[in-house]
T-cell receptor, first 111, second 116 residues
Framework: SQQGEEDPQALSIQEGENATMNCSYK?????LQWYRQNSGRGLVHLIL?????REKHSGRLRVTLDTSKKSSSLLITASRAADTASYFC???????????FGRGTSLIVHP | GAVVSQHPSRVICKSGTSVKIECRSL??????MFWYRQFPKKSLMLMAT?????????EQGVEKDKFLINHASLTLSTLTVTSAHPEDSSFYIC????????????FGPGTRLTVL
């Protein structure tokens, strides 16, 4: 299965701190994506990182990919209360472009 | 932008009735649309992939007669939950792809279905 598994399942931090979430997967991938989901809402695409890339940045977000360890991390720097949400990684590969989602990390940022 | 809408956002129905959920791509043509189901604090489970003008491809374990999908145009796909039962209560999310490559999906806001 391509399914990514996020770690930790839940993360609670204070505003201003950095938040790091990890995603591990089992087989070779083409792409890995990170999404955000506010409670009861749809998903918002954050970053796509390809298998031949090692790091990508977008604003306060930094994503790394280590294909040798089959893992990725999402770092949110200087977190804000508005960053409170669930974060999912999704991987695709093995001839399919259809991403498979992990269970997500629930992030709570306390003001 | 690439905006996807869903309607309704919430629906409560009685057991045995059918419920239709619409997914629209508002500012682009979607060659492919996807339907997901999400249980509380769980991952998204892909239910089916639909391409405009053709039959949907259902994932293993998803009953096609239970979850009817119609992708009649490049901007609209519908999911009908037939003879709904309480166990069908869930959060249903659609996504749309411009190019057919699902790694370029744009997600709708979701529909909360509660079957009494």
């Amino acid at each position: 299965s391509q399914q990514g598994e996020e770690d930790p399942q839940a993360l609670s931090i204070q505003e201003g701190e950095n938040a790091t979430m990890n995603c591990s997967y089992k087989t070779s991938i083409n792409n890995l994506q990170w999404y955000r989901q506010n409670s009861g809402r749809g998903l918002v695409h954050l970053i796509l990182i390809r298998s031949n890339e090692r790091e990508k940045h977008s604003g306060r977000l930094r994503v790394t990919l280590d294909t040798s360890k089959k893992s990725s991390s999402l770092l949110i720097t200087a977190s804000r209360a508005a960053d409170t949400a669930s974060y999912f990684c999704a991987t695709d590969g093995g001839g399919s472009y259809i991403p498979t989602f992990g269970r997500g990390t629930s992030l709570i940022v306390h003001p | 932008g690439a905006v996807v809408s869903q309607h309704p956002s919430r629906v409560i129905c009685k057991s045995g009735t059918s419920v239709k959920i619409e997914c629209r791509s508002l500012d682009f043509q979607a060659t492919t649309m996807f339907w997901y189901r999400q249980f509380p604090k769980k991952s998204l489970m892909l239910m089916a992939t639909s391409n405009e003008g053709s039959k949907a491809t259902y994932e293993q374990g998803v009953e096609k007669d239970k979850f009817l999908i119609n992708h009649a145009s490049l901007t609209l796909s519908t999911l009908t939950v037939t003879s709904a039962h309480p166990e069908d209560s869930s959060f249903y999310i659609c996504s749309a792809s411009k190019t057919g490559k699902s790694n370029e999906q744009f997600f709708g806001p979701g529909t909360r279905l509660t079957v009494l």
